[in-house]
């Protein structure tokens, strides 16, 4: 179930959009082309991105705007990725971050 909105009452329906595939931790999603990779994660209610190192704590959306880390993840094997800032692009390959993924222990 999509928690996107797609009606709102003062800007008014979701205009049509171009529709990707990605993949998130194995499960197939769609996605709106262009969008952030983070507002296709939340819409599809995937609300944890990374877990801490020292604690394996879970992470999710803080500032949305590309200044902190908790909403990195690994995209296409690129770990440390800020999915706030980062666009959606059909194909993609997103996984949740456990520490570093830096090959760092």
Same mark, same amino acid.
């Given at each position: 179930?999509?928690?996107?909105?797609?009606?709102?009452? %003062?800007? !008014? =329906?979701?205009p049509a959009e171009e529709t990707v595939q990605i993949t998130v931790d194995g499960k197939s999603?769609?996605? %709106?082309? !262009? =969008?952030?990779?983070?507002?296709s994660l939340l819409?599809?209610?995937?609300?944890?991105n990374r877990y801490t190192y020292k604690r394996n704590e879970p992470r999710g959306l803080f500032c949305g705007i590309?200044?902190?880390t908790d909403c990195m993840m690994v995209v296409n094997g690129k770990p440390n990725v800020r999915t706030c800032i980062t666009p959606?692009?059909?194909g993609?390959?997103?996984e949740t971050q456990h520490g570093?993924?830096?090959g760092r222990k």
């Open positions: 179930m999509s928690m996107r909105v797609r009606t709102h009452p %003062i800007l !008014g =329906e979701l999603v769609k996605a %709106i082309k !262009g =969008e952030m990779i983070l507002a819409a599809e209610g995937i609300i944890v590309g200044q902190c959606v692009e059909d993609m390959v997103i570093f993924a830096s």
